[in-house]
């Protein structure tokens, strides 16, 4: 197997790592419902401006394994997968929800009492 061939394999496993969840959540904001592969603005229009926000530059993994993918190996393909978060109050009553991006789509959603 060659090299490119290889970095394309790990690409595909981090992806099918990193693809959604069975029973995709959704958020439901102003009337309006908020869903995995939404855009960015898509979700700003449907539920305004997040309490938070956080990004950051999630590790490939080598299939099959728990050990990140070597950034020499990958360099200059893809070190990492950028992620980024929103973190949404949905007032009183209502389980916080935090909508997670993955190249500017909406890649899940969940819920929980405090952020994590």
């Known amino acids: 197997m060659g090299p490119m061939t290889a970095v394309r394999t790990l690409l595909a ?10 029973g995709a959540e959704t958020l439901r904001c102003n009337g309006a419902i908020a ?3 939404d855009s960015k ?3 700003l229009y449907k539920c305004g401006q997040p309490v938070l926000t956080d990004s950051f530059c999630a590790p490939l993994y ?10 020499t190996f990958v360099f200059g393909v893809a070190p990492c997968i950028a992620v980024e978060e929103w973190l949404y109050d949905r007032g009183p009553g209502n389980l916080m ?19 994590q």
Not at 62 to 71: A, D, E, I, T
């Open 13 to 22: 496993a981090a992806a099918l790592a990193w693809g959604p969840v069975a």
């Open 41 to 43: 603005i898509s979700v």
């Open 62 to 71: 080598v299939p099959g394994s728990l050990q990140p993918v070597p950034p």
């Open 35 to 37: 869903a995995e592969g």
């Open 97 to 115: 929800a935090t909508v997670r991006f993955r190249d500017g789509r909406v890649s899940n959603i969940r819920y929980d009492r405090l952020p």
